[in-house]
């Protein structure tokens, strides 16, 4: 979703840097914090990317700031989803830089779509996927500027990635969208819900929970199904 900071130079973004560099080291301790920041940088570092700086500044109603998605809980919440829905479509709503994206392909999708409301994170996003693509030349990806509401999954087989986005109507309407899709017949949508925070509200209708992931008595993931 937007990242206001992005544009930004000089001190207040090297300010903003610093703060999330700080709240991750107060989250997770000092010990954890640090393996956690060493861990987005060295997988930015192996790829030649930058996904990983969270956004700053308020949200325009419903939306999420960014913030790229731990890869240890990408691949354990992918782990739930069958290998044969890997020949169908990965679709990332609220793509932001490409994070899920590049960890998409690594683990065997081959047609991949990113949708982001904010124009400058596509950007961020076109850049950080020309460089992977440079270096493993994966099939094209498209990444396109664009409203979660309107967007439709293609017929077949789909994998939406939600990393909380965006909440409330955003969110029902969407997962509204993605139930009414998955129930024709010969499709299959597939939702991968990281920080599942209105998984109870929103995902009733039309949607069952396939598996879900927790850690200390907090939902970190959901995977549920619609359709096939």
Request: aromatic share 12%; hydrophobic share 40%; net charge positive.
């Amino acid at each position: 979703m937007s990242d206001p900071v992005a544009g930004r130079r000089g001190g207040r973004r090297r300010w903003h840097l610093l703060g999330c560099a700080w709240r991750t080291v107060r989250y997770a301790g000092v010990f954890g914090g640090l393996w956690a920041l060493g861990s987005e940088w060295w997988f930015d570092f192996r790829r030649g990317t930058e996904t990983w700086w969270p956004a700053g500044g308020a949200q325009e109603g419903d939306g999420v700031p960014y913030q790229g998605v731990s890869p240890a809980v990408f691949r354990e919440a992918m782990g739930a989803v069958p290998k044969s829905i890997q020949e169908g479509v990965f679709v990332d709503l609220g793509c932001g830089k490409g994070r899920a994206l590049i960890l998409a392909a690594e683990a065997g999708f081959r047609r991949l779509v990113g949708v982001d409301l904010d124009p400058a994170l596509i950007r961020a996003c076109r850049r950080n996927m020309r460089k992977v693509r440079a270096r493993n030349g994966w099939p094209s990806v498209e990444c396109e500027v664009m409203d979660a509401l309107q967007f439709r999954c293609s017929p077949g087989k789909s994998v939406v990635f939600l990393y909380n986005p965006f909440r409330g109507e955003t969110l029902r309407q969407v997962a509204m969208n993605l139930a009414e899709q998955g129930a024709r017949e010969g499709n299959q949508v597939w939702v991968v819900y990281v920080n599942p925070v209105e998984l109870g509200m929103h995902f009733k209708t039309g949607f069952r929970v396939e598996k879900e992931g927790w850690v200390r008595g907090r939902r970190v993931w959901a995977v549920l199904r619609c359709g096939g």
